[in-house]
């Protein structure tokens, strides 16, 4: 069963600092592996979507990278805004099917 | 363009009721996806609907669970006799096509069960 973690689970920055968000899984026969953003009492906002074949997605301040072989992906957000502020999730969908596995994501809290 | 909508927003129940959560997906997705997240427990499969074919019940955590999808767009997820570990925030997605598309979520149905 793919087990996917994210580390840290909360993370507090002043403004303007640069992100480092973590996800790791079990499992590295996967399809591709989603960021989601969740703001409180919304649903979730896909981020970015990296196939298995790509090293990496860049979207505006955000990038995220993957590494399969080690199970790693890690999401960059550079010069952070309080707008930031959310939950921040990873998913894994196997390769075998499309039922995304999903990590407890870190929440995020940029100061102003 | 619209996005997947689902409702209620919010429900309260008593223990031993019947709830409907309904979703409608965004226009032309094939394929629809419920899943629950609860505290502690983070988010969680349910049920897959992929056209016309038979919809992948795997994740539904009991039989007091069921989902339909009619003429292929909007869904209902019924739960049976509730229980208050039914009390969850129900997610449902849609997706153009199936594997490895991205998934683009409702803003869910908060479920409380007294």
């Known amino acids: 069963k793919q087990e996917v973690t994210q580390i840290p689970a909360a993370l507090s920055v002043p403004e303007g600092e640069n992100l480092v968000l973590n996800c790791s899984f079990t499992?590295?026969?996967?399809?591709?592996l989603q960021w989601f953003r969740q703001d409180p009492g919304k649903g979730l906002t896909s981020l970015l979507l990296?196939?298995?074949?790509?090293r990496e997605q860049t979207s505006g301040r955000l990038n995220a990278s993957l590494d399969k072989s080690s199970g790693r992906s890690t999401l960059y957000i550079a010069a952070s805004q309080p707008g930031d502020s959310a939950t921040y999730l990873c998913?894994?969908?196997?390769?075998?099917?499309?039922?995304?596995?999903f990590g407890a994501g870190t929440t995020v809290t940029v100061r102003a | 363009g619209a996005g997947v909508s689902q409702s209620p927003s919010n429900k309260v129940t008593e223990k031993g009721k019947d709830v409907e959560l309904r979703c409608d997906p965004i226009?032309?997705?094939?394929?629809l996806y419920w899943y629950r997240q609860s505290l502690g427990q983070g988010l969680e499969f349910l049920i897959y609907?992929?056209?016309?074919?038979?919809?992948?019940k795997s994740g539904l955590p009991s039989d007091r669970f069921s989902a339909e999808r009619t003429g292929g767009s909007v869904s209902t997820l019924t739960i049976q006799r509730t229980q208050q570990e039914d009390s969850a925030v129900y997610l449902c997605?849609?997706?153009?096509?199936?594997?490895?598309?991205?998934?683009?979520f409702g803003p869910g149905t908060r479920l409380l069960v007294l």
């Open positions: 997605a849609s997706s153009f096509g199936a594997a490895g598309e991205t998934q683009y």
């Open positions: 499992d590295s026969a996967i399809y591709n």
């Open positions: 990296i196939q298995s074949s790509q």
């Open positions: 998913a894994v969908t196997p390769a075998v099917n499309y039922k995304l596995s």
């Open positions: 226009s032309g997705h094939t394929a």
């Open positions: 609907f992929q056209g016309n074919s038979a919809p992948d």
